[in-house]
């Protein structure tokens, strides 16, 4: 069993509470089951925001999907000018049985953008 690497983003459509929860956890979802993951086998997750996404933790949403004992962490993405507005990223850590060219990265709603190479 191996630890890897598993980036994700989605657009967010407003600073809103609801709209933040249910974004990420559209996106949780997704790296999860796309991943053949099981929260036993994350390991730790990393949310980023930018700076206009302040409403709400991105975090609370996987805690909701039931990630009780999962070292989760927020923290504000920089204030680049020319940045995407209202996105939330991850970086979740996770044992698998998948080699690292089989992990799938996902880049949801207006996130695609920033990966178009590849963009689920």
């Given at each position: 069993?191996?630890?890897?690497?598993?980036?994700g983003?989605?657009?967010?459509?407003?600073?809103d509470?609801?709209?933040i929860?249910?974004?990420?956890?559209?996106?949780?979802?997704?790296v999860?089951?796309?991943?053949?993951?099981?929260t036993d086998?994350v390991i730790?997750?990393l949310?980023?925001?930018?700076?206009?996404?302040t409403?709400?933790?991105?975090a609370?949403a996987?805690r909701k999907?039931?990630?009780?004992?999962?070292?989760l962490?927020?923290?504000?993405e920089?204030?680049?000018?020319h940045?995407?507005?209202?996105i939330?990223?991850?970086l979740?850590?996770?044992?698998?049985e998948?080699p690292?060219?089989?992990?799938?990265?996902v880049?949801?709603?207006g996130?695609?953008?920033?990966?178009l190479?590849?963009?689920?």
């Amino acid at each position: 069993m191996a630890v890897r690497a598993v980036r994700g983003a989605t657009q967010v459509g407003s600073d809103d509470r609801d709209e933040i929860l249910a974004a990420t956890s559209e996106l949780v979802e997704a790296v999860m089951s796309r991943n053949g993951l099981g929260t036993d086998d994350v390991i730790s997750v990393l949310f980023t925001a930018t700076p206009d996404l302040t409403a709400e933790f991105p975090a609370l949403a996987a805690r909701k999907l039931g990630f009780t004992d999962v070292p989760l962490l927020c923290a504000a993405e920089i204030a680049v000018p020319h940045a995407l507005p209202r996105i939330v990223r991850l970086l979740a850590h996770a044992a698998t049985e998948r080699p690292r060219a089989e992990i799938q990265h996902v880049y949801l709603r207006g996130a695609a953008a920033l990966r178009l190479d590849i963009a689920q």
